[in-house]
């Protein structure tokens, strides 16, 4: 999740060059290429069942494909103070979906780092200056501002992230982390690449620079590789509850970024959102006396 806050953060200058489905497009086509050897089914592995494969094109179309999309258009269209509020709530809604379809049973100290994690996030975005989405507050469609569309598509994506914490807990349950990274980003691919390639057709790639070019291989490296092989090598051990906390490290480390090399500043309101959100994490990592049990998808 600190790697997804930076790339994010970093990833900021490829949205203004390159148009978001070609991006997308191109960041699966490198995911591939890097990890197109992953793809081999290990000799111990299982046949893939119905259920599983469906699970895996779920993963990836709610995940990789419905995720990227609703954030890259939602933050166009709100501001960084409202999406980072919305964003806020990813821990909870990961909570609720494992809850529900994994059975999961959620200690009172798990609840207390979903809850520092919320007030965190939630502090911090309160903190953050207004991006330049506010200029489409007043403009509207089908009679609805723009920023509304905006904030709801930022929310479409929480609970694409959240469902992908919690297919992903199901995948590791047969698939092996390497295996499920590279087929997600495989189907990532194809959904995305009709769009890409009619965005590719009228693009000019000739006038992209080096710098950009360079931020993109890593932007796909990041996004499709390395992040997700991480998540699903920490899923197979870690309750998908639990592990919905860690997403609190996505917008405190792109902030991190921000102020690091980006020039931005933190108040002491800021300071203290971030204590709050790093002492849920604390929480959640404590070793306990019994471990969360997990049962079946209903």
């Known amino acids: 999740m600190s790697l997804v806050g930076s790339y994010v953060a970093l990833s900021k200058p490829l949205v203004v060059v390159f148009p978001v489905f070609l991006l997308a497009w191109l960041r699966f086509g490198i995911g591939g290429l890097a990890m197109w050897r992953w793809l081999r089914k290990p000799p111990k592995e299982p046949a893939m069942s119905r259920r599983t494969k469906g699970l895996l094109f779920l993963e990836s179309f709610l995940g990789n494909f419905l995720f990227s999309i609703c954030m890259l258009f939602g933050v166009s ?55 330049a989405g506010q200029a489409n507050a007043e403009a509207h469609f089908i009679g609805v501002p723009l920023s509304v569309w905006g904030n709801l598509l930022i929310f479409a994506a929480v609970v694409c992230e959240a469902s992908y914490v919690v297919i992903g807990k199901l995948l590791t349950e047969g698939l092996g982390p390497k295996r499920i ?77 921000g102020v690091l090399f980006m020039g931005e500043q933190l108040t002491t309101m800021q300071l203290l959102a971030f204590g709050i959100a790093l002492f849920g994490l604390v929480l959640a990592t404590l070793p306990g006396r019994k471990p969360t049990g997990v049962g079946p998808l209903i």
């Open 77 to 131: 269209l709100t501001t960084a103070v409202a999406a980072g509020v919305v964003m806020s709530s990813i821990p909870a809604v990961v909570a609720v979906l494992s809850r529900i379809f994994l059975k999961e049973r959620i200690d009172l100290r798990t609840l207390g780092a979903i809850a520092c994690a919320a007030v965190g996030i939630g502090l911090f975005s309160l903190q953050k200056p207004e991006g």
């Open 181 to 257: 990274s590279a087929i997600i980003n495989l189907w990532g691919f194809a959904l995305v690449t009709p769009m890409g390639l009619w965005v590719a057709w009228h693009y000019d790639f000739s006038a992209v620079p080096l710098n950009i070019w360079t931020l993109l291989v890593f932007y796909g490296l990041a996004a499709s590789m390395w992040t997700v092989w991480l998540w699903m090598t920490g899923l197979k051990v870690v309750p998908a509850s639990r592990a919905g906390v860690f997403t609190v490290m996505l917008p405190l480390s792109a902030a991190a970024i």
